[in-house]
């Protein structure tokens, strides 16, 4: 629990150096929220989103943040990290972002695309013969909506589990791929 709240404290600090960051930066033009288009320029992204997995029939949570730089009015491409919950088990995600406005409106449509690699955090779970990891491969397709400084998107993830069982004597683990759906909450800046 303590490694949590260490990483989620460590991901909100950097969210707001890296906020004075982008926003005093002299390469970042001034973006409107209205009817005009994306500027270029250092932009951030932080969203919260929780997950649902039909194939487990649990609830997952992830933390995320992404850095990266708005092209033109359409394209952003970036990097990010995240946190993902599932029971007692915990993976940091590292991914590259891509997002492509369809829109320029007070409203802007969008798609948005991740993928990386899932690192575990621990592997403990309510049995001690018994682990469960998330790691892997990452990869999340999702679609949105950014209205203002706001964004609310709705899309769904591939994680993968590891688990390992020990008894009697002997020893298995089991890899497979999961899905998940997920809606997600976020702030630009």
Request: overall charge neutral; glycine content about 12%; aromatic content about 20%.
């Amino acid at each position: 629990m303590k490694q949590i709240i260490l990483t989620l404290g460590i991901l909100a600090y950097c969210s707001g150096v890296f906020g004075q960051m982008i926003h005093g930066s002299t390469l970042i033009t001034e973006r409107s929220y209205h009817n005009e288009p994306l500027q270029t320029g250092l932009r951030g992204f932080a969203e919260l989103s929780p997950m649902y997995s039909f194939e487990n029939d649990a609830f997952l949570m992830e933390i995320s943040g992404t850095y990266g730089f708005q092209f033109n009015s359409w394209f952003y491409a970036g990097v990010g990290l995240s946190v993902i919950r599932w029971d007692d088990s915990y993976g940091l995600p590292l991914f590259a972002d891509i997002r492509i406005y369809a829109g320029q409106r007070k409203i802007k449509p969008y798609f948005n695309l991740r993928a990386g690699y899932v690192a575990s955090l621990n592997s403990e779970y309510y049995d001690p013969g018994y682990t469960k990891r998330i790691k892997g491969f990452y990869f999340s397709p999702s679609a949105g909506l950014e209205i203002g400084r706001f964004n609310l998107s709705l899309g769904t993830q591939k994680l993968n589990e590891a688990t390992q069982r020990d008894s009697y004597g002997e020893s298995y683990t089991r890899d497979y791929p999961f899905w998940t759906l997920f809606w997600g909450f976020g702030y630009n800046f």
